[in-house]
């Protein structure tokens, strides 16, 4: 039996999220933390690795940087945690975006 992943029920339409950008292949929605002023994620509408989305970035790389350039014209910062040891907390692919602020050399 499959898990259950919230990203996949965001691309079906049975949860709801903040949608800022989608096409046929990427949705870029608002995350639900809040750790900075702007914090986004770029998500591939198939479900995949991040092993997967960073050996071939294609469309979600393009809508990343599109949405991070509308929304952070100051800067952003993209950051992509991939398995257990770096904190990743959905296996289905995905890219933060995190910007609206000065991001420092601790942030």
């Known amino acids: 039996m499959p ?4 990203f996949c029920e965001i691309v079906a339409g049975r949860e709801p999220a903040d949608v800022l950008h989608e096409t046929d292949d ?3 929605f608002r995350n639900r ?3 900075v ?3 986004l994620l770029a998500v591939p509408k198939k479900h ?3 092993a997967e989305l960073w050996a071939d970035m294609g469309p979600v790389g393009a809508a990343a940087v599109k949405v991070a350039q509308e929304q952070c014209p100051g800067g952003y910062r993209f950051v992509s945690n991939s398995g257990y040891d770096g904190m990743q907390s959905q296996d289905h692919a995905h890219v933060h975006i995190l910007g609206g602020t000065f991001l420092g050399e601790y942030a």
Do not use: D, G, H, K
């Open 48 to 50: 995949m690795t991040q």
């Open 33 to 35: 933390l809040r750790w």
């Open 26 to 28: 990427v949705i870029v």
């Open 3 to 6: 898990r259950f992943c919230v």
């Open 37 to 39: 002023p702007v914090m």
